[in-house]
């Protein structure tokens, strides 16, 4: 879902500048205070894990913005909400920076969409999916993953339309249906690689997840 720099409007990329600058300055302080040091190594590997999966995309949207694996359910699910912004910030920042992938202009709504909305999406989603016990652990981490893709997708047509790039039914629908068909990917890795992350002696999960 990056989004190239010459396609928001100055407001939009702007506003969401201001939003994800405040809660990443957030993000560190906790996780300084909070994060254990051995848990930066593991979230390294977790970085590169994601980071590899997000180079496969294609341009949706006459290249509006492009279609991939987010990863951000499973950093959240993870590692918890605020290790999991700093987690896709840095993935997000060296796609934007290094390999041109998302505009630098456009870095914080990329970061604002992929590094603090997907995380806070998913942590939300499992603490409502969570009590419900007739569904099986694996399903609601897939649905939490799924959910996850689509919100975010719905919130980048939101921003394309403010920017008077594409109107919002029309950027809403193609995003949509793409990303769930995206979303079922996200959601079948997700569900594989988190029990095996889970019952690693290197999980650092933290207990407050709360955004």
């Not at 709504?109 to 016990?133: C, E, F, K, Q, Y």
């Not at 981490?141 to 719905?154: E, G, P």
């Amino acid at each position: 879902m990056h989004i190239p720099d010459g396609i928001l409007d100055p407001k939009v990329w702007g506003a969401s500048a201001v939003v994800t600058a405040a809660v990443l300055a957030k993000s560190v302080r906790y996780s300084r205070n909070k994060l254990q040091y051995r848990a930066v190594p593991v979230m390294g590997v977790m970085s590169a894990f994601i980071f590899a999966s997000q180079m496969i995309n294609f341009p949706l949207l006459g290249a509006a913005t492009s279609g991939h694996l987010i990863g951000g359910a499973l950093a959240a699910l993870l590692f918890g909400f605020w290790p999991a912004t700093l987690i896709m910030t840095t993935v997000v920042a060296i796609q934007a920076i290094v390999f041109q992938d998302g505009g630098i202009t456009a870095l914080g709504t990329n970061l604002l969409n992929m590094a603090i909305l997907a995380p806070g999406i998913a942590v939300l989603a499992d603490r409502l999916l969570r009590p419900i016990s007739l569904i099986p652990q694996p399903l609601k981490v897939f649905i939490t993953s799924w959910l996850c893709v689509q919100a975010v997708a719905l919130v980048v047509a939101a921003e394309l339309a403010l920017s008077g790039v594409i109107p919002f039914g029309t950027a809403a629908k193609a995003l949509l249906f793409w990303h769930a068909f995206i979303g079922v990917g996200e959601g079948v890795i997700t569900a594989i690689v988190l029990p095996f992350a889970l019952r690693s002696s290197f999980q650092f999960r933290e207990e407050s997840t709360t955004p």
